[in-house]
């Protein structure tokens, strides 16, 4: 093993608040205008966790005391925090984190007026699973309970009400479940990994081995016969991966996810 730096692997989550509207009647508002929100939601608190790591980290509005006194819904220092931690990722996970998690961080950066984020790379779990397997569910609870990794904390929608009648109990208890979303998350991940793309070179770390999870445990198993190349299979010990490098190369260059 080379004696570079490992690649920066952050599991994340976000939970965001409701977002109060005014409207005349409860039936027939599948639309609503804009000029009816009465405030923007604003992210409650966030988790995260570094690969190689046990620590759960968190971030709430709680946090900032004097910006909590002077309105609950100033999520100011949470999107503050968010942009440094995100920054020294060099691979992002989450569940529907393209799609949602990551545009809603990108959206109070603007709004906070903070310079954007650099470019980096992502894995989605939610991605994953749809694109790669045929589940009754994709969401993570589901994935979750059917791979026996864990679940997540029961609540209702009550807990997002109390947060926002400004309920600091209610926001320590986001923060409780905010983090088992992540513990759940790194489970889930750990059993879907040999179904990810390659998202990052692991060798420009040091890593020497699986183009996954960097383990020098691999084994030869067979050739891959392209259309005008073979190549050399291996699979993973570790995480079981599949990857594949020419017949001419050693499986720790140029590799290739199957």
Known sequence: MSSHKRPRVLFYDIETSLMPVAVFQLAHNDWIDPSSILEERY????SWMWEGETEIHSVSTLDNPRRYKKNPHDDTH????????????????????????????DTRILIHGLSPLPPINSIDTYKVAKSKLLLASNKLDYIGKLLGVGKKMHTSHNLWLRVLQGDP???????????????????????????CANHINRELFGDIGCPRCGSQDVQSRGTHKAITRSYQRWQ???????????????ASTKYRVL
């Open 43 to 46: 992210i409650i608190c966030a």
């Open 78 to 105: 949470v999107v503050e925090m968010l942009h440094k931690v995100l920054s020294e990722a060099d691979v992002l996970i989450g569940h529907n984190s393209d799609s949602f998690d990551k545009r809603y961080i």
């Open 236 to 250: 993973c010990q570790d995480c079981g991966g599949w990857f594949r490098t020419l017949k001419a190369e050693n």
């Open 169 to 195: 109990e209610a926001v320590k208890e986001m923060v409780i479940y905010n983090k088992q979303d992540v513990v759940l998350l790194r489970k889930v991940f750990l059993k879907l990994r040999p179904y």
